[in-house]
């Protein structure tokens, strides 16, 4: 019996050494004791550098498939609250990488955030900088509204988002389009339709209300249909908890173009910064695409698209 156990061990100690060096310095598995979980329910980190163009995806719009995602990103790519979305929320064709808002949804009405557009996460290689930049396009036709949340963001530590109260451990930085306009129920129509713009949104220890801090920050432009606009980001978390002189940074850009530089965009903030009350690391990137806001002004009467294209994300 004793030389069974050990003949067990030995052969479990042999093949946990195994999976460790097939791992990849940029693999992160997690799966429950003894293999328990199916494939499809571990989680693989993507690389920590990568680019994305989407240039496989040809032909016709199609239903953008799980698996799909997972090949193109290079690791599992996680849903949030649900699985992930069939309806034909997310697409892809034409080499780019699409996204339906459906009308008179936002990201509280029933289907939560994929009955109003699609989102989910990406498991990256812990690190304590990072930097994203991708390309998005309003398609012709499409209604700005109040605005919501666009394209990729950073997570920091366990993440936060949502109005939550902000853990000592948490935060988030992504992108928002934003208008002065509002749905209004009675005539079912829009109102104080005005020029829509790109806004900071970072949530964070110290952040002064209850939702993502915008910073007194916008775009110099206006947004329109039908034109490419390049976003970037980078996020450095803070080791220290000074709020005086913090060694942590947010810096993000905005420009036209489907491609640019950081030298070709304009800079919507950038300054040292401290991310959370305990030093953590990144460890997560965010895709969300929703109208919202939570009420019902945020909505729009017709169903809308946003393209993707030239995502890219690099630990600094």
Sequence with gaps: MILNMKLKLAFFSVG????LLNCTQDELIITDSEDSKPSSQRIMAVPSIKTVDFNNRTGAYSDYSQGEADSDFGGSVNTVGGSWD???????????????LAPMKHSATSGGINGSGHNFDLAVPNGGEYELKFAV????G??????????????????????????????????MWKSPAKYDQA?????????????PYAYYSDQPNQYGDEFGKRSSFDLTTNQWYTLY????????????SPNGAIEMRVGKGSNLTKAQMEELINKPFKWTDTPVNINKLSFNIFRGGNTIDWVTPNTGYIHIDNVSWKKL
């Excluded at 069939?86 to 339906?100: C, I, M, Q, W, Y």
């Excluded at 396009?137 to 012709?140: D, G, I, K, S």
């Excluded at 980001?233 to 005086?244: A, D, E, L, P, Y």
């Design 86 to 100: 069939p309806s034909n929320h997310a697409t892809v064709g034409n080499s780019l990488f699409r996204v339906k």
């Design 16 to 19: 946990l050494s195994v999976s």
């Design 137 to 140: 396009r309003f398609e012709n």
């Design 233 to 244: 980001m980078r996020v450095k978390t803070n080791t220290n908890t000074s709020t005086t």
């Design 187 to 199: 005539t079912n129509k829009l109102i104080n339709v005005g020029g829509a713009y790109f806004v």
């Design 142 to 175: 499409f209604q700005f509204g109040r605005g919501g949340k666009i394209g990729f963001g950073i997570s920091i530590g366990t993440g936060n988002s949502g109005g939550k109260t902000p853990p000592p451990d948490g935060g988030s930085l992504r992108f």
